[in-house]
């Protein structure tokens, strides 16, 4: 079973980085597409990067050029690097393996809050 677990979340000022990991169990990680999401309060969950198993990303528009995803598939991690970030930054981010057969699995998410 695939378990995941999201870490590196916090509170930062505006202009300020983060970088978020998530550690994948009980599959094959390196043949799993990543994909991060993040929800703020009241709000609908939203996605934000995509990284495939070939190592190719995507980015939502409101995070392109600032957010960074990348993967280690050696230690069947993946990264989400944040830079300049802000107030409309803040949510709840969650890592979303996904495997060949289209399963997703959920974690408890990482709480990033960007405020002065």
């Known amino acids: 079973q695939v378990q995941v677990v999201e870490s590196g979340g916090g509170l930062v000022q505006p202009g300020g980085s983060l970088r978020l990991s998530c550690v994948v169990s009980?599959?094959?990680?390196?043949?799993?597409?990543v994909i991060w999401y993040r929800q703020d309060l009241g709000k609908r969950r939203e996605w934000v990067a995509t990284i495939l198993a070939s190592d190719m990303t995507t980015y939502s528009d409101s995070v392109k050029g600032r957010f960074t995803s990348s993967r280690d598939n050696y230690k069947s991690m993946a990264f989400l690097e944040m830079n300049r970030l802000k107030p409309e930054d803040t949510g709840v981010y969650y890592c979303?393996?996904?495997?060949?057969?289209?399963?997703?699995?959920w974690g408890q998410g990482t709480q990033v809050t960007v405020s002065s």
């Open positions: 979303v393996p996904r495997t060949v057969f289209g399963t997703d699995t």
């Open positions: 009980g599959g094959s990680f390196n043949t799993m597409t």
